[in-house]
């Protein structure tokens, strides 16, 4: 279930990401369009974190339990 929450939640700050993006494109250049466009860019990065942060977390319990199986054999 874990991980159902979280392709939900980085689907989300993508889709956040990328409707951003889409309504900065349509403002004129200028501060409001940068900080649009860097808002979009740390919710994409965020997404990606999270990403690489859950295979990491799903990761090492995994190699914990073949490290000891593995001595116990």
Known sequence: MG???FL???LAYRNAAA????????????????AARRYAKALRDLARTEAWLEGRIAREPQTAQRRTSAASG
Do not use: M, T, W
């Open 3 to 5: 991980k159902v929450v």
């Open 19 to 34: 409707d951003i993006l889409r309504k900065a494109r349509q403002l004129p250049r200028g501060a409001e369009r940068s």
């Open 8 to 10: 939900y939640r980085s």
